[in-house]
């Protein structure tokens, strides 16, 4: 069998072409992923200085406090309740930041969230800071809407552990690097 003089120039073009094809699927400089901040975060810093920075980011963005379960002194900030989404985009905007239930299948109208920042001492020099949020999403039911919780999936907790700790600390802590700090819809 001969081969025409122009179908091995073809074959050896084909033969790059699908090797540049193939490279340019696969990644093998692919940006891996950070992991969550721990939390409890531990900071070099007294629990004073840190209770200060958290009270001045919370005046800042006017978030109302629950003035029955905070307790500033001992380092406990609660905020009242923030609801975050309405509508259609509830359910994914629920799943982006808590674990739904699978096979429940219902029709997800809000979510709403509150937050508990506090503030441990470790030692005269160090502290550690934790964030739990506490996730609840309104369904609407025969008898009317009911608010029930979710549970949370860490995303929410290392987002304002980030934001928080990059602000005490003066860094850039976040996964996007040079992107706003948000607390609810404030930018601090």
């Known amino acids: 069998m001969k081969l025409r003089p122009g179908s091995f120039y073809f074959a050896l073009a084909c033969l790059v072409c699908w090797t540049v094809a193939a490279q340019a699927q696969i990644q093998f400089d ?24 958290i009270g001045e980011v919370l005046k800042t963005c006017a978030i109302p406090m629950n003035d029955e379960t905070s307790k500033l002194a001992e380092g406990k900030f609660v905020t009242k309740y923030y609801v975050f989404t309405k509508g259609v985009t509830a359910r994914n905007d629920l799943a982006h ?11 997800w109208t809000q979510g709403r969230y509150y937050l508990e920042i506090i503030a441990l001492p470790l030692d005269e020099k160090r502290s550690q800071l934790q964030i739990v949020t506490h996730i609840q999403g309104q369904i609407a039911d025969v008898i009317g809407n009911k608010w029930i919780d979710t549970p949370s999936n860490g ?28 607390l609810f819809s404030c930018e601090y």
């Open 30 to 53: 692919r940006p891996k992923t950070e992991p969550p901040l721990q939390n409890p975060y531990t900071i070099t810093m007294p629990r004073d200085q840190i209770i200060k920075a």
């Open 155 to 182: 995303t929410l907790e290392d987002e304002v552990l980030r934001g928080l700790s990059g602000k005490i600390l003066g860094l850039d802590l976040g996964i996007k690097k040079g992107a706003a700090r948000r």
């Open 97 to 107: 930041l808590s674990n739904l239930p699978t096979s429940d299948v219902r029709s």
